[in-house]
C-alpha cells in the first residue's frame, strides 16, 4: 500500500501540512523539524507524487529536451548524442530532470510548441536540430517557456542561445588550404533551411574572396549533411571540373561521401583531392587517409546549454549567447600543393 503525507504526519506527529510543506523544501518549516519528517519518510518508502507536486509548487522541474529530424544518419554522426551526454550530466548534478522528444516538420505541425510544453509539464526546454522554416522555432522565441537553441539564434526575452564559432572555424579551414597551395576549392554545404550553413558558406565565399581567389558559384553544391547525398554531388563535382584539388565540406559525415566519391573516381587522396570536413565526428580519425577536420565540443555545448536555461529559469543574471570555441585538426586528408602543379 502507498504511503501518503497522513502516515507521515501521524508518525512524526506533525501536521499533514507541515510534512508537505517540508517535502516541498518550503523555507518555512525548521531544519530540525525537515530533517526529522525526510528521516521518517524515508523510512517508511514514501515515494512523493511528482505531477501532484508540480501543481503545487507550479514547477515541474523537468526539462525537455526536442531534437529534430533523427535519421540513420546520426549514427555516425555522435553531434546529437554528444549534446545529450552534456545536458544529463549538468542535470544529474541538480534537482532537475529531463525527458527527450523527438519531432519532424510534419509534426510541429500537428501539435504545437505550446501543446508539448503544456502536456509535458515542461519548465524549460532545450532545442537542436531545427530548420530555419521549422514551426516550433517562431513559437519558441515567442512562448513564455524558457528555451535555449544549439546553433540557431534568437531573440526572445525567455531565450538562450549556443553555438560554437562557427564563421571563423570555417574560414580557418579555407584559408588552410589555400596556405598549402590549394586554389580551386569546392564546397560541400548543408541544406538551405540550417543557420550553421548560411554561416559556413559565408565563411567560405569570404576566405576565397579575401585571398584574391576567383569565386566561382558552380564549385558549391548542397549535400544535405548525408554521405550518400554528398558523394553524389562529390562525383558530379569532380566529372565536370577536373581542376578541383580541395574540397571542403561542412559536416565529417558528407567528407566521407566526398572521400567514397574520390576513391569510386579512382583519384587519390591527399595526393590529388585534399578534403577538410567539420565535426571531428569519431570515425573521422579511423578512415584511410585520416580526416583533417574543424573539431567541434557538443558536450561542452550541452553543459552550457542545460546550465544557462537553468539560469534563465531561475531568473539569475547570466550570458544570453554562448560561443564554444573549435579547433582545426590535422591529419592525413590535406596535402600541399607542389609548385608547378
Same mark, same amino acid.
Given at each position: 500500500m502507498a504511503i501518503t503525507l497522513k502516515d507521515i504526519s501521524k508518525a512524526t506527529g506533525f501536521s499533514i501540512t507541515t510534512v508537505?510543506?517540508?517535502?516541498?523544501?518550503?523555507?518555512?518549516?525548521?531544519?530540525e523539524t525537515r530533517v526529522k519528517i525526510f528521516q521518517v519518510a524515508d523510512e517508511l518508502g514514501y515515494s512523493p507524487n511528482i505531477l501532484a507536486r508540480s501543481l503545487v509548487m507550479k514547477q515541474s522541474k523537468t526539462?525537455?529536451?526536442?531534437?529534430? =529530424? %533523427?535519421?540513420?544518419?546520426?549514427?555516425? =554522426?555522435?553531434?546529437?548524442?554528444?549534446?545529450?551526454?552534456?545536458?544529463?550530466?549538468?542535470?544529474?548534478k541538480t534537482e532537475y530532470e529531463f525527458v527527450l522528444l523527438s519531432t519532424t516538420t510534419t509534426k510541429q505541425k500537428n501539435k504545437t510548441y505550446k501543446q508539448i510544453c503544456a502536456e509535458r509539464q515542461l519548465d524549460g526546454v532545450i532545442i537542436q536540430g531545427l530548420k530555419m522554416n521549422d514551426p516550433y522555432l517562431e513559437e519558441a522565441?515567442?512562448?513564455?517557456?524558457?528555451?535555449?537553441?544549439?546553433?540557431?539564434?534568437?531573440?526572445?526575452e525567455k531565450n538562450g542561445f549556443v553555438t560554437s564559432n562557427q564563421y571563423e572555424s570555417a574560414k580557418n579551414a579555407v584559408k588552410y588550404l589555400i596556405r598549402v597551395g590549394h586554389k580551386n576549392i569546392a564546397f560541400i554545404n548543408g541544406t538551405e533551411y540550417a543557420h550553421v550553413s548560411t554561416v559556413r558558406k559565408q565563411a567560405y565565399e569570404a576566405a576565397i574572396k579575401e585571398n584574391r581567389i576567383e569565386f566561382r558559384e558552380e564549385l558549391i553544391?548542397?549535400?544535405?549533411?548525408?554521405?550518400?547525398?554528398?558523394?553524389?554531388?562529390? %562525383?558530379k563535382l569532380l566529372l565536370n571540373h577536373p581542376d578541383i584539388t580541395a574540397v571542403f565540406c561542412a559536416s565529417d559525415?558528407?567528407?566521407?561521401?566526398?572521400?567514397?566519391?574520390?576513391?569510386?573516381?579512382?583519384?587519390?587522396?591527399?595526393?590529388?583531392?585534399?578534403?577538410?570536413?567539420?565535426?571531428?565526428?569519431?570515425?573521422?580519425?579511423?578512415v584511410t587517409p585520416k580526416l583533417t577536420t574543424i573539431g567541434q565540443y557538443p558536450y561542452k555545448m550541452g553543459v552550457a546549454a542545460a546550465n544557462m536555461l537553468i539560469d534563465?529559469?531561475?531568473?539569475?543574471?547570466?550570458?544570453?549567447?554562448?560561443?564554444v570555441k573549435?579547433?582545426?585538426?590535422?591529419?592525413?586528408?590535406?596535402?600541399?600543393?607542389?609548385?608547378?602543379?
Open positions: 508537505s510543506r517540508a517535502l516541498n523544501g518550503y523555507s518555512d518549516v525548521n531544519e526539462i525537455g529536451f526536442i531534437v529534430s =529530424d %533523427i535519421k540513420r544518419e546520426s549514427i555516425k =554522426d555522435q553531434f546529437m548524442f554528444e549534446i545529450l551526454c552534456g545536458v544529463s550530466d549538468f542535470l544529474a522565441v515567442n512562448s513564455q517557456t524558457p528555451c535555449v537553441l544549439i546553433d540557431i539564434p534568437c531573440d526572445g553544391v548542397n549535400g544535405d549533411f548525408e554521405e550518400e547525398k554528398a558523394k553524389q554531388e562529390m %562525383i559525415v558528407m567528407a566521407l561521401g566526398a572521400l567514397h566519391a574520390a576513391r569510386e573516381l579512382k583519384i587519390a587522396v591527399p595526393e590529388q583531392l585534399s578534403i577538410i570536413g567539420f565535426d571531428n565526428i569519431l570515425i573521422s580519425q579511423y534563465i529559469f531561475e531568473g539569475k543574471e547570466s550570458e544570453r549567447v554562448i560561443e573549435n579547433d582545426l585538426i590535422l591529419r592525413e586528408s590535406v596535402a600541399t600543393v607542389k609548385k608547378g602543379d
